[in-house]
């Protein structure tokens, strides 16, 4: 991986394909369209065939400074003719450091352009050979991510110069000494949460009607008559028909009203509340197979010295 101090990373595959996937699972991950960058040579020219040539004017010079990284392997135009490399196809920030705006004209090689986006002059000038040698350069100013950015491009199948050692068989290899370090790597699983509507709950009240019975204490009034025994003696008064003795008897009627009282009240709200759903998928993973001829020992172990 290359970083620099203003965090540009430089990635070299080995065809259009590969880095076309990395450029769009950098476009997934966040990176924007000015902080990516593609350079490639066009197909069917070397480089020397027209060397101190410029690139046309008008359309395609507006094309190569301002065209989308998407629009790099579907435009089909020249997007530079830059001296000594040949013919260019570019899109991104470096297009417009290497094309002038004013006419079409050069404005520096790829190694000026990458200069100028922080990379050492060393490094540039690897990177300009491996586009001779037909191959795609994807640039990124991570800003901070370049770790990220470089697992992105790594993942695709991109180098840098520091790991150039494996790129021939695909696989990052770095010799140090007597020694070779195979990196192997393995796919994991990446999970998105997307918020979407389960359902709905709708509330609303609804009226029953039941017989309800009251026990209500009443009062009335009873006439009690008795009958006592005389004492027999002579009475002055008449005898007379007819005679009678009106008494007024109460009692209490009931009367049913209703009112409307308030019995309970119901609240409602929402809260979040977790839970765990198990997610599965196949993923691959690269392991080392280890073959021997002849009569050689093999002792294989961790960087503590154990044997496994």
Known sequence: MTTTKNSTVVGVFQDEKRAEDAVRALRQAGFRED???VVGRRDGQTAGETEGSYVGTGAATGAAAGAGIAALWSLGATF???????????????AV????????AVAGGVVGALVGMGIPEEE??????????????VTVRADGRYDEAWSILERYGAYSRQTAAGAACGTATTKMGDQHKVQLHEEQLRVQKTPTQAGEVRVHKEVHTQQQNIQVPVEREEVVIERRPASGRASTSDIRAGEEVRIPVREEKVKVSKDNVVKEEVVFGKRKVTDTEQVQGE????DVKVEKEGDVKVREGNRTGNKR
């Open 283 to 286: 993923v691959r993973k690269e």
């Open 97 to 104: 450091a290497l094309i002038s705006a004013a006419g079409g």
């Open 80 to 94: 530079g003719v830059l001296p000594v490399i040949g013919p260019i196809l570019a899109a991104g920030p470096i």
């Open 124 to 137: 540039a000038k690897y990177y300009e050979g491996e586009l001779h040698a037909g191959r795609v350069l």
């Open 35 to 37: 902080q990516i960058s």
